[in-house]
């Protein structure tokens, strides 16, 4: 039986003025909407307790599986609404399939895809009025969904309660300076992921074990960090919570391949195929770090950015290692630019969607 998540209306919501002011500077994940959506699975009979019910604090026993074990998986999409007041979803059912993926990797429940689109959908019908407009920049209503080990149970293995939820943020732009092109630190020391672990689902660990090459990079002026591979660092992965693209001057949009230990980003994907509409040839392939450098430097790589859901697309200024550094450029790049409206237009409805991308909720 499918989930139908009713919802229970709180019964204090935000004032109308407060979701304005809030839109009016929304910061990136600082703010949430009145309600959320939650499920239960448990072993023997499988999901339910479904809701889109008040937001507010889970109550976990200090020896909640998850605290210990981080058997945890989440998504990022976004809600956009269009100049007719309509809102819309991106792709939705590829965060669904990919959190199934991350969630099979991760020993946790795999939610059937109806059900996810039915928990986003519910969520963003309840909190319609908190998805901004697109305010001339990138205003959206951003939606994580989760699901974590919520079984009291201090031995390692799969829980056998787990909980789901769907929360939603309006927000902005994910670094402070908009489209500013940011720098990116070269960590020679960390790596992601390894052949064999769970690069390539979403999972709060991966983020967690970022966090410290992403401090070293801030004290070299970087608001990202770049990773090579775990295991000779020689090949170019992904940077701590996005993945990477680089233009050449002969036309070429190059990424590296899906390996297994990178996270196949929604927003990859749909750069790959509108690239190729803008005429350049998108390329997956192993690359090296060193052949991106040597190639920016030559005056070969002229563009460089850092793509996904949070962040769109961000142009990549710099990047940093202890090696030297390698100087892109400190305006956004024409090409990146040109994908950036391209995506962003089919998002909120200025531009036809030709690829059948978007899935109207409201
Ligand atoms: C997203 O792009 O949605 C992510 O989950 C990445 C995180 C840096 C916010």
Redesign the pocket.
Known sequence: MSLTFPLTATSAPASAERVAEIHADPGFGVYFTDHMAVATWRQGSGWGEDAVVPYGPFQLDPSTAVLHYAQEVFE?LKAYRQPDGSIWLFRPERNAERLQASARRLMLPELPVEDFLTSVEQLVRADAAWTPDAQGGEASLYLRPFMFANESFLGVRAAHVVSYAVIASPVGP?FAGGVKPVNIWVTDEYSRAGKGGTGAA?CGGNYASSLIAQYEGAEHGCSQVLFGDAGSGVNTEELG??NLMVVTTDGELITPALTGTILEGVTRDSILTVAADLGLRPVQRVITLAEIFDRVDAGEIVEAFAC????VLTPVAEFRSRQGDHVVGAEPGERTMQIRSAILDIQYGRAADSHGWMRRVV
């Open positions: 990022g994910y979403k919570g996005m996904g859901t949070a962040a």
